[in-house]
C-alpha cells in the first residue's frame, strides 16, 4: 500500500543541523509533488516547503528561507529535508506529504498522502 516514512528527526541544540528523510513505499515519488510540514503543540499544521515533480521548483515559508533545502532522489524513492542553524522555534513534528502532480502548495488538503511524522526538538 501507499506509505510514506519519515526519519531523521531527534534533539539538538540552537544552531545545530538535521537531515530529515522520507521514503516512499507502494509508489513512485517521480509523478508526485513532496511536500515538509510541520505541527508545535498547540498550534495547526504549517506548510515549511514542497518540490514540484517534473522540474524541482522549490518553495520554502519565510520563517526557514536560507536555512532549510528540501531535495528529492527519484531514484532512491525518497525526499529530504536539510535544516540548518535551526531555532527552538523550529521545534514540531515534522511530516512529509505527497500528491500526484506538479505543484508548489502549502496547503495541507493539496496533499492526499502522509507520513506519521518525526519529531524534532531544538532545546539547549
Known amino acids: 500500500q501507499v506509505q510514506l516514512v519519515e526519519s531523521g528527526g531527534g534533539l539538538v541544540q540552537p544552531g545545530g543541523s538535521l537531515r530529515l528523510s522520507c521514503a516512499a513505499s507502494?509508489?513512485?515519488?517521480?509523478?508526485?509533488?513532496i511536500g515538509w510540514f510541520r505541527q508545535a503543540p498547540g498550534k495547526e499544521r504549517e506548510g515549511v516547503s514542497c518540490?514540484?515533480?517534473?522540474?524541482?521548483?522549490?518553495y520554502y515559508v519565510d520563517s526557514v528561507k536560507g536555512r532549510f533545502t528540501i531535495s528529492r532522489d527519484n531514484a532512491k524513492n525518497t525526499a529530504y529535508l536539510q535544516m540548518n542553524s535551526l531555532k527552538p522555534e523550529d521545534t514540531a513534528v515534522y511530516y512529509c506529504?505527497?500528491?500526484?502532480?506538479?505543484?508548489?502548495?502549502?496547503?495541507?488538503?493539496?496533499?492526499?498522502?502522509w507520513g506519521q511524522g518525526t519529531q524534532v526538538t531544538v532545546s539547549s
Open positions: 518540490i514540484t515533480s517534473s522540474d524541482g521548483r522549490t
Open positions: 506529504a505527497a500528491n500526484q502532480g506538479d505543484f508548489l502548495s502549502d496547503y495541507v488538503e493539496e496533499y492526499a498522502y
Open positions: 507502494g509508489f513512485t515519488l517521480d509523478d508526485y509533488t
